[in-house]
């Protein structure tokens, strides 16, 4: 059984199609109620006459008479089919032939008939006019399917081309099937790859909040070990105690408590001993302002300097004083932090064998006892160990 649509009748036979149709429609139409009606009227008149001529008293009237009887005979069967279509048209049947009807009575009813097939003729014209209306409409809506016919006939003509094309295509391109195969495996790996890339950055989302939560730890962290860290710098920068001092320091800083109070004679030749007993020797000595633990800016760039001048593996030793002036236990922590800045600036450029210490001794008025403010100094010695003279 074939997939085809059944042939269509052609564009040649539209027009005499409409032309059947409106001949047809002209074929079907029922005479006019009108000359019914009139037909009618005449055909009662010729009953009442003949009836009139056959009553006693008329020209025809004989009872012996066998045309009589024939003509009775055809006027009764006449009467029957004229009442059958006057009870069909909504009229009353007349009388038989024993009637007592005058003519004038029978004239005035069949009158009355006759207004009354009148109106109804009337009406019946009124309703033809609607019939012809409606087959004008149904003439037009058979024209108008018509040509959708043709439209319909033209499209599916197209369509077939179309589809001739396709099979035709898909005839000389076999492997499309399996090109279309491979293309759908290929989209339904790249959908579960596009669902796996929307929940990725979701999955990234919380371990990039994990990573950042975890590098504030660690940088806490960090923060912490750094502050433990200068705590322990400036725990080994610093010695609070004569045991924490470097066993390589420790004599010299003996040796420089002892020299408190002595004369100026004195504390000149210990300093010239120093170097052949303990490989000390004063580098620079560094200034600071009354009551102030802070470096003045033009001393940073030659105390830097001054590490360039040390040896690898000689030690730097800071020496913190103050002057007299004012509260003993003030002038101890000047001190102390004199030498611990002057350390922490020296430690930041001193090369990996190289070792910095800062010790302090106080208030003194060695350095002048006129002019209090040349004690407020840090002596910066270098000290080589013995393996290196």
Same mark, same amino acid.
Request: contains cysteine; hydrophobic residues 40%; glycine residues 4%.
């Given at each position: #059984?074939?997939?085809?649509?059944?042939?269509?009748?052609?564009?040649?036979?539209?027009?005499?199609?409409?032309?059947?149709?409106?001949?047809?429609? +002209?074929?079907?139409?029922?005479?006019?109620?009108?000359?019914?009606?009139?037909?009618?009227?005449?055909?009662?008149?010729?009953?009442?006459?003949?009836?009139?001529?056959?009553?006693?008293?008329?020209?025809?009237?004989?009872?012996?008479?066998?045309? *009589?009887?024939?003509?009775?005979?055809?006027?009764?069967?006449?009467?029957?089919?004229?009442?059958?279509?006057?009870?069909?048209?909504?009229?009353?049947?007349?009388?038989?032939?024993?009637?007592?009807? =005058?003519?004038?009575?029978?004239?005035?009813?069949?009158?009355?008939?006759?207004?009354?097939?009148?109106?109804?003729?009337?009406?019946?014209?009124?309703?033809?006019?609607?019939?012809?209306?409606?087959?004008?409409?149904?003439?037009?809506?058979?024209?108008?399917?018509?040509?959708?016919?043709?439209?319909?006939?033209?499209?599916?003509?197209?369509?077939?081309?179309?589809?001739?094309?396709?099979?035709?295509?898909?005839?000389?391109?076999? +492997?499309?099937?399996?090109?279309?195969?491979?293309?759908?495996?290929?989209?339904?790996?790249?959908? =579960?790859?596009?669902?796996?890339?929307?929940?990725?950055?979701?999955?990234?989302? @919380?371990?990039?909040?994990?990573? @950042? !939560?975890?590098?504030? @730890?660690?940088?806490?962290?960090?923060?912490?070990?750094?502050?433990?860290?200068?705590?322990?710098?400036? =725990?080994?920068?610093?010695?609070?105690?004569?045991?924490?001092?470097?066993?390589?320091?420790?004599?010299?800083?003996?040796?420089?408590?002892?020299?408190?109070?002595?004369?100026?004679?004195?504390? #000149?030749?210990?300093?010239?001993?120093?170097?052949?007993?303990?490989?000390?020797?004063?580098?620079?000595?560094?200034?600071?302002?009354?009551?102030?633990?802070?470096?003045?800016?033009?001393?940073?760039?030659?105390?830097?300097?001054? *590490?360039?001048?040390?040896?690898?593996?000689?030690?730097?030793?800071?020496?913190?004083?103050?002057?007299?002036?004012?509260?003993?236990?003030?002038?101890?922590?000047? !001190?102390?932090?004199?030498? +611990?800045?002057? =350390?922490?600036?020296?430690? !930041?450029?001193?090369?990996?064998?190289?070792?910095? @210490?800062?010790?302090?001794?106080?208030?003194?008025?060695?350095?002048?006892?006129?002019?209090?403010?040349?004690?407020?100094?840090?002596?910066?010695?270098?000290?080589?160990?013995?393996? *290196?003279?």
């Amino acid at each position: #059984m074939s997939d085809e649509p059944k042939d269509l009748p052609d564009s040649e036979s539209t027009e005499p199609e409409l032309e059947r149709t409106e001949k047809s429609t +002209t074929k079907n139409r029922a005479p006019s109620p009108v000359i019914l009606a009139f037909c009618m009227v005449i055909v009662g008149l010729l009953v009442v006459l003949i009836i009139q001529g056959i009553q006693p008293g008329g020209a025809l009237a004989s009872k012996d008479s066998p045309s *009589m009887d024939a003509l009775k005979a055809d006027i009764e069967t006449r009467r029957t089919l004229l009442n059958r279509e006057r009870i069909a048209m909504g009229l009353e049947p007349m009388a038989g032939a024993s009637g007592t009807e =005058a003519a004038e009575e029978v004239a005035a009813r069949l009158k009355t008939d006759a207004d009354t097939l009148a109106s109804l003729a009337g009406s019946f014209q009124v309703l033809l006019e609607d019939k012809d209306r409606e087959l004008d409409l149904a003439r037009k809506e058979a024209i108008d399917s018509l040509k959708e016919t043709q439209r319909m006939r033209e499209l599916l003509e197209a369509i077939r081309i179309e589809r001739d094309k396709a099979l035709l295509e898909a005839t000389r391109n076999s +492997t499309l099937q399996g090109q279309l195969d491979a293309a759908n495996n290929r989209i339904a790996l790249l959908d =579960a790859e596009l669902v796996r890339l929307r929940e990725e950055p979701g999955r990234l989302q @919380q371990e990039l909040l994990a990573c @950042q !939560s975890e590098r504030s @730890q660690l940088l806490n962290r960090i923060a912490d070990l750094e502050a433990q860290l200068a705590q322990l710098s400036q =725990a080994d920068l610093f010695a609070t105690t004569e045991n924490a001092i470097l066993k390589e320091a420790i004599a010299l800083f003996r040796e420089l408590r002892k020299l408190e109070g002595k004369a100026d004679s004195e504390i #000149m030749s210990a300093y010239s001993s120093f170097g052949a007993k303990y490989g000390a020797s004063v580098l620079k000595k560094c200034d600071f302002a009354t009551g102030s633990s802070e470096i003045a800016p033009e001393l940073n760039a030659g105390l830097m300097a001054t *590490m360039s001048e040390v040896p690898d593996g000689a030690i730097i030793f800071a020496v913190g004083y103050a002057s007299r002036t004012g509260n003993a236990d003030n002038n101890q922590t000047l !001190s102390s932090d004199r030498a +611990t800045a002057v =350390a922490q600036l020296l430690d !930041s450029a001193k090369q990996p064998n190289q070792r910095v @210490q800062a010790v302090y001794l106080g208030q003194t008025d060695r350095f002048s006892s006129r002019v209090p403010e040349r004690n407020q100094i840090v002596e910066i010695w270098q000290i080589v160990p013995p393996n *290196m003279r």
